[in-house]
C-alpha cells in the first residue's frame, strides 16, 4: 500500500431529481501515489464520482475529503480555488481553449492559480518538452491531432504540480496509435508518483496504468481490486 | 405534426436561450419601433391633426351683446360658406389674480383673461380637450385653457377677481386646450352673470367653419359674410384659425428636428438590436443545421425551420412589445403635444399595424439570411463547427487577439474576457452599434438639456435682485365699486426713489410702443430702456448689446422681416416722427412671435420716448435683499408702484417639458442598447458554456468568470463610447441650429457649447456603463452555472 490517503469518500449519494441515484453510498478511499481506475458501464456512476471529487459537484449525502479538504463543504469560490491548488483534469474531448495557443491553454492554469507569468510560461515550457509537444508551443490545439492535443491537455493538467490528476476516459476519442502514447504518459506520470483517478471504459487503459481497479454498477462499488488484494493478504 | 414542425417546436423549447433571446430582441424593437413611428407621425403638421380632431373653429367671432340678441347670432350659422357654427357663448373679459389656494405670490399682475360661458367641452365645432380634471358644472368653477398665460395656479386653486363686486374666486377645476384658442377660460353658461361688471353687458362668441378657409383671403371673405349676416356693428372682433396655426408652427418648428431625431433613433435601434440578435441566435446553430441536414433535410427545409424557429418567439415579443409600446407611447404623445400646444394625439393605428407586420417581417427576413448561409455549408463543415479553430481569417484574428491580450499586464480573466470579441467579430458590430446608438442618445439628451436651459436662462433673462411695477389694486371684499386699474407711475417719481434707497448698483427701467418699419408688415414693438440695460443678461448672437442713444439690437425675426444686417440703419415711425437706430447686434429671443427691437430711450427725441413702466434693479453685494424691498416698497407706494424680490417670470413649461420629454426618450434608449448588449451576452455565453466550463474546472472562481464577461464587453462599450461621443456631440450641434433655423432663430456658439469637460469625460464611459450594465446579468448567471454541466455543452 501507498502513502496517506488522497481521496476519502464515505457514504457518498448523489440523486437527481426523478431520476435514481447516480451515487448510492459509496465509501472509497485512495492514497498517495496510487493509480486507481474507475471502470464500468454508462451510467454507473463513475462519472458523477469524478466530479464529486474535482469538486464540479455537490453530494446528497455523505462525505468527499481530497487532501485533508472537505470539498463537499466548499462554495463555488473555494472549489475553485481548490481545483487550482490541488487537483488536475484531463477529459475525453480534450476541452483546450481553441482561440488560445498550446502554451496558452497550459499557462492559463498557472497564472489562474496566480502563479507569476514568467514562471508559468517557464513551467509551461518544461512540461511541453517533457510531453514532446514543445514544437507545437505557439500552435493552435485545432492543428494537433489527437493525441498531441490530449498531451496539452495533461500538461495544463499539471501545471500546478496537482496533488491528485484525474482524467475522464482520456482515451475515449483517440485512435489506437495516439491512445498508447497517452497510455506510456499515465504509466510515466505513476512511476514519478503522482496520484491518478481514472474513469473509463477502456480495460486495456485499466490495465497498463492503473495500480487498482474499482468496478462501479448502478451508482455502487461492484469491486476493489484492493480489497481483493487485502482480502487475498489477510486470507494468506 | 410534420416532421420538420417538431423541429421547430423541440428547437423553440429546447434552445430556450436563443427563443428568449429573439423574443427579447423582437419586444424591444417593437416598443422601439411604436415610440419612435408615433413620435415622427405626431410631428407630422400636428397642428392640422390637432385641429382635424377637435373639429376646429375657423372663425372665433366675438359680438356686442347689446347690439346683438342670440337668436340674431344663432342664425349667423346660415350665412353663406359657413359648414357648421357653434354658439352662442356668453363671453367676459376680466382680470384675474392668483387666490387662496395658489401658490404664485398674491398681488401678482395676471394677463386679462376672456371667460366664455359653455356647457360643455363638446358641441360640433371646437371640441375642446380636458387636458386634466373635469368641466366646470356649477358657478364659480372655471376650466383654463392651456394657452392661457397661467402662472402656476394649480387645479383646487382660486383666481380672485377684485375688479368685480364683492371680489368673487373662481376655484379652477381643470385645465383644457382648445387649438382653435377660442377663449382664455370656460365656466358654465350661469356663471358668467357673477363675472359681469355692473352696468356691463357680455358679449357674445360665436364659433365657425366654412366650406372656403385655406387662405386669407378665404377667411377674409368668410367674416364678411358673418359681419353681414349679423347686426349691424355687432361684430366686434374675429380670430382666423390662420393665426392660430401659424402661432402653433413656429412652436412646432422649434421641437420638431428633436423628435424627428430620436424618433429615428428609435427606429434605427429597434432594426439593429432585432437584426443583431435573431443573426446571432441562428448562427449559434449552425451545428444543428448540420446534424439536420446529415440526416436529411435539404437545405430549403433547414432554412424554413430556422426562420420558423425565429418566427414563433418574434411573433410573441412583437405582440407584448406592441402592448408595451402603446403605453409608453401615450405619456410621451402627451408631452409632445404640450410642446406642440396641441392636443395629445392618440397612435395611429396605422402604426401599431405595420410595426406588428414589419418586426415579424424583418426578423424572418434576418434569419432566412443566416439560415440560408448555414444551410449552403458543408454538411461536414457545417458539424465542425466549434469542434475546430484555427482554419478561418476569424480564427486567426481571435488567436492575435488572445496572444496580444495574454500580454497585458492584467489579472487574466480580464484578459481572456478582452480577446472574446474579435472571436465574433460580427456579432462585436452589432453590440458596438447598440452601444454607440445608446451613447449618441444620451450625448444629445444631455445637450438638449444644457441648451433648453441656456435657452431659458436667456428667455428670463433675469439678472436682476428686485423688480419694481406697477401696484395691483385691491379693494377690500365687498366693497361694491371696483377699484381703478394700476396707472404707469411717474418715472422721476420712481427714479428718485431708486436713487434715493441705498444699496442698488444699478438700475433701468423698460417702456415699450409699438412702431412701424418700412418694409416690415405687422408691427414692430420698441423696448426702450431708461439706464444702464448692459447687464440685463440678454443673450447676444452676434454683435453687442448697443452702448448708446442711436443704437439697437434685434432678434433674428426681426432682422429677417426688415432685410438689415449688422452695421445697417434702421428707421422706425412712431406718433409721425421717425427716429432712426443703426442695428449693433443679434439677440436671442425666444419668445418673441413679433418684431422688436431694444434700444436706449434716449435714442428718441426728448420727450417722445416711451415711459418706463417696470423696472430691475440689480443690487450691491452684501446687500439685505428682503430690507431693500421693503424699504423700498415703501417709498414706491404713494406712487402706486410696488417692489418684490424677484421678477417674476414664466416657468417655462416648454422646456420643462422637452426635458421631461428627453429624460424619458433617453431612459428608453438607454435600456434598448442595455438590452441589445444583454441579448448579445447571452448568446455568447450560451456559445461559449464549453469554454467557461473548462476555465471554471481549471479553478476560475465565480467573480472571476464575472470578470471574464464584463471584460468580455469592455472594449465594445469603450469603443462605442468614445465614437458615439462625438456623433452625440455633432447630431446635437446639427439639430439644435435646424430648431432654430426651423423657429426663425439663430443660436450663438455659447447655446451649444454647453458640455464641460468634466461632463464630457462622464459621457464617454458612458458607453462602457451602458455595456457593462448590458452584461452584468448574463455575466452573473454564467458564474453560476454548474461547471459539470457546461463541460457536457456541445
Not at chain 1, 175 to 192: I, M, T
Not at chain 2, 20 to 39: D, E, K, N
Not at chain 2, 413 to 440: C, E, N
Amino acid at each position: 500500500m501507498s502513502g496517506d490517503p488522497v481521496i476519502e469518500l464515505s457514504g457518498v449519494s448523489r440523486h437527481y431529481e426523478g431520476a435514481r441515484a447516480a451515487l448510492d453510498g459509496v465509501t472509497l478511499s485512495v492514497r498517495a501515489g496510487e493509480s486507481v481506475a474507475v471502470l464500468g458501464p454508462s451510467g454507473s456512476g463513475k462519472s458523477t464520482l469524478l466530479n464529486l471529487v474535482a469538486g464540479l459537484d455537490r453530494p446528497s449525502a455523505g462525505t468527499v475529503t481530497v487532501a485533508g479538504t472537505r470539498v463537499d463543504r466548499l462554495n463555488e469560490a473555494g472549489s475553485a480555488r481548490y481545483r487550482r491548488g490541488t487537483i488536475g483534469m484531463v477529459f475525453q474531448f480534450f476541452n483546450l481553449l481553441d482561440d488560445l495557443t498550446v502554451a496558452d491553454n497550459v499557462v492559463l492554469a498557472g497564472e489562474l492559480a496566480g502563479v507569476p507569468r514568467a514562471e508559468a510560461r517557464r513551467r509551461a515550457a518544461e512540461l511541453l518538452e517533457a510531453l514532446g509537444i514543445d514544437r507545437h508551443a505557439r500552435a493552435h490545439p485545432g492543428r494537433l491531432s489527437g493525441g498531441e492535443r490530449q498531451r496539452v491537455a495533461v500538461a495544463r493538467a499539471l501545471m500546478n504540480r496537482p496533488t491528485l490528476l484525474l482524467a475522464d476516459e482520456p482515451t475515449g476519442a483517440l485512435d489506437s496509435a495516439s491512445g498508447e502514447d497517452v497510455k506510456e504518459l499515465f504509466r510515466e506520470l505513476h512511476e514519478d508518483g503522482q496520484t491518478i483517478l481514472i474513469v473509463t471504459h477502456d480495460l486495456t487503459l485499466a490495465e497498463d496504468c492503473a495500480t487498482r481497479t474499482v468496478r462501479m454498477r448502478d451508482g455502487r462499488v461492484e469491486s476493489d481490486s484492493a480489497a481483493h488484494a487485502e482480502r487475498s493478504e489477510v486470507d494468506a | 405534426m410534420s416532421a420538420l414542425g417538431r423541429v421547430v417546436r423541440a428547437g423553440v423549447r429546447r434552445h430556450r436561450t436563443q427563443s428568449i433571446a429573439v423574443g427579447l430582441a423582437a419586444l424591444v424593437a417593437t416598443t422601439c419601433s411604436v415610440l419612435g413611428g408615433s413620435l415622427l407621425v405626431a410631428s407630422e403638421a400636428p397642428f392640422d391633426q390637432a385641429f382635424d380632431g377637435q373639429h376646429g373653429a375657423h372663425l372665433t367671432a366675438r359680438f356686442d351683446g347689446t347690439r346683438a340678441s342670440a337668436d340674431q347670432l344663432a342664425a349667423t350659422a346660415h350665412a353663406a360658406g359657413v359648414t357648421d357654427a357653434a354658439g352662442p357663448f356668453r363671453t367676459v373679459t376680466v382680470d384675474p389674480e392668483p387666490g387662496p389656494g395658489s401658490t404664485v405670490p398674491a398681488g401678482m399682475v395676471m394677463s386679462p383673461m376672456t371667460v366664455a360661458g359653455r356647457a360643455s367641452a363638446t358641441g360640433g365645432v371646437d371640441n375642446i380637450t380636458i387636458v386634466q380634471g373635469s368641466w366646470p358644472t356649477r358657478p364659480g368653477e372655471v376650466m383654463l385653457g392651456a394657452g392661457y398665460g397661467n402662472p402656476g395656479v394649480p387645479i383646487g386653486g382660486t383666481l380672485r377677481l377684485p375688479g368685480l363686486p364683492g371680489a368673487p374666486t373662481l376655484t379652477v377645476v381643470g385645465l383644457a386646450r382648445s387649438v382653435s384658442g377660442t377663449s382664455d377660460a370656460w365656466v358654465t353658461p350661469d356663471g358668467i352673470a357673477a363675472l359681469t361688471a355692473p352696468g356691463t353687458t357680455p358679449g357674445y362668441e360665436m364659433l365657425y367653419r366654412f366650406s372656403q378657409s385655406g387662405t386669407a383671403d378665404a377667411m377674409a371673405a368668410d367674416r364678411a359674410a358673418v359681419a353681414a349676416a349679423a347686426p349691424a356693428r355687432a361684430l366686434t372682433g374675429a380670430q382666423s384659425w390662420l393665426d392660430a396655426k401659424q402661432g402653433s408652427v413656429r412652436n412646432t418648428a422649434m421641437f420638431l428636428p428633436f423628435m424627428v431625431a430620436f424618433g429615428l433613433l428609435g427606429l434605427a435601434m429597434s432594426v439593429l438590436v432585432a437584426g443583431n440578435v435573431v443573426a446571432g441566435a441562428v448562427g449559434t446553430a449552425t451545428r444543428r443545421i448540420g446534424v439536420l441536414k446529415a440526416i436529411g433535410c435539404t437545405p430549403a427545409q433547414v432554412v424554413r425551420a430556422y426562420v420558423a424557429q425565429a418566427l414563433v418567439p418574434a411573433t410573441v415579443g412583437t405582440l407584448l412589445g406592441v402592448v408595451v409600446g402603446n403605453v409608453l407611447t401615450v405619456p410621451v404623445l402627451a408631452t409632445a403635444g404640450n410642446l406642440y400646444g396641441t392636443n395629445a394625439s392618440g397612435i395611429a393605428p396605422w402604426v401599431d399595424v405595420a410595426v406588428a407586420g414589419g418586426t415579424p417581417a424583418a426578423v424572418a427576413l434576418v434569419a432566412w439570411a443566416s439560415a440560408a448561409r448555414a444551410g449552403r455549408l458543408r454538411t461536414v463543415d457545417a458539424l465542425a463547427v466549434g469542434r475546430t479553430a484555427g482554419g478561418t481569417r476569424r480564427d486567426a484574428l481571435a488567436s492575435r487577439a488572445a496572444a496580444l491580450a495574454a500580454r497585458l499586464p492584467l489579472p487574466r480573466p480580464l484578459s481572456l474576457g478582452l480577446a472574446q470579441p474579435f472571436a465574433r467579430p460580427a456579432r462585436a458590430a452589432g453590440m458596438f452599434a447598440a452601444v454607440l446608438f445608446g451613447t449618441t442618445a444620451v450625448v444629445f439628451a444631455v445637450g438638449m438639456g444644457g441648451t433648453m436651459n441656456w435657452v431659458q436662462e436667456a428667455k428670463s433673462h433675469d439678472a436682476s435682485d428686485v423688480f419694481v411695477h406697477p401696484q395691483q389694486p385691491s379693494g377690500p371684499p365687498g366693497q361694491g365699486a371696483p377699484p381703478p386699474r394700476p396707472t404707469a407711475a411717474d418715472p422721476a417719481a420712481v427714479t428718485t426713489a431708486l436713487t434715493a434707497q441705498p444699496g442698488a448698483a444699478a438700475y433701468y427701467g423698460v417702456g415699450t410702443e409699438d412702431v412701424t418699419v418700412p418694409g416690415v408688415a405687422r408691427s414692430t414693438t420698441v423696448t426702450a430702456f431708461t439706464g444702464d440695460s448692459g447687464w440685463a443678461g440678454y443673450r447676444m448672437v452676434s454683435g453687442r448689446w448697443y452702448q448708446g442713444p442711436g443704437e439697437a439690437v434685434a432678434p433674428a425675426t426681426f432682422l429677417t422681416e426688415a432685410s438689415v444686417g449688422l452695421g445697417d440703419q434702421v428707421t422706425f415711425t412712431t406718433h409721425g416722427r421717425e427716429v432712426t437706430v443703426r442695428i449693433v447686434g443679434e439677440v436671442f429671443d425666444p419668445h418673441v412671435q413679433t418684431d422688436e427691437l431694444f434700444t436706449d430711450a434716449a435714442t428718441y427725441p426728448s420727450g417722445t420716448a416711451p415711459k418706463p413702466e417696470i423696472w430691475f434693479v440689480k443690487l450691491k453685494p452684501g446687500t439685505d435683499r428682503a430690507a431693500y424691498v421693503t424699504a423700498l416698497g415703501g417709498a414706491l407706494a404713494p406712487v402706486h408702484m410696488a417692489a418684490t424680490a424677484d421678477a417674476v417670470h414664466s416657468s417655462g413649461d416648454s422646456i420643462l417639458a422637452l426635458n421631461s420629454l428627453t429624460a424619458t426618450l433617453t431612459v428608453l434608449l438607454v435600456a434598448v442598447a442595455g438590452l441589445g448588449v444583454f441579448n448579445t451576452v447571452v448568446l455568447e455565453i450560451r456559445e461559449r458554456t464549453r469554454d467557461t466550463g473548462v476555465t471554471k474546472a481549471l479553478g476560475m472562481t465565480p467573480a472571476q468568470t464575472v470578470g471574464t464577461v464584463l471584460a468580455s464587453v469592455l472594449l465594445t462599450g469603450a469603443a462605442g463610447g468614445v465614437i458615439g461621443l462625438p456623433l452625440g456631440l455633432l447630431l446635437h450641434g446639427r439639430t439644435v441650429p435646424a430648431m432654430g433655423h426651423s423657429a426663425g432663430l439663430n443660436f450663438p456658439a455659447d447655446a451649444l457649447d454647453v458640455f464641460g469637460t468634466p461632463v464630457l469625460v462622464l459621457l464617454a464611459l458612458g458607453g462602457v456603463v451602458i455595456a457593462l450594465l448590458g452584461a452584468l446579468l448574463p455575466a452573473v448567471r454564467a458564474a453560476r452555472a454548474r461547471t459539470a454541466d457546461a463541460l457536457r455543452a456541445e
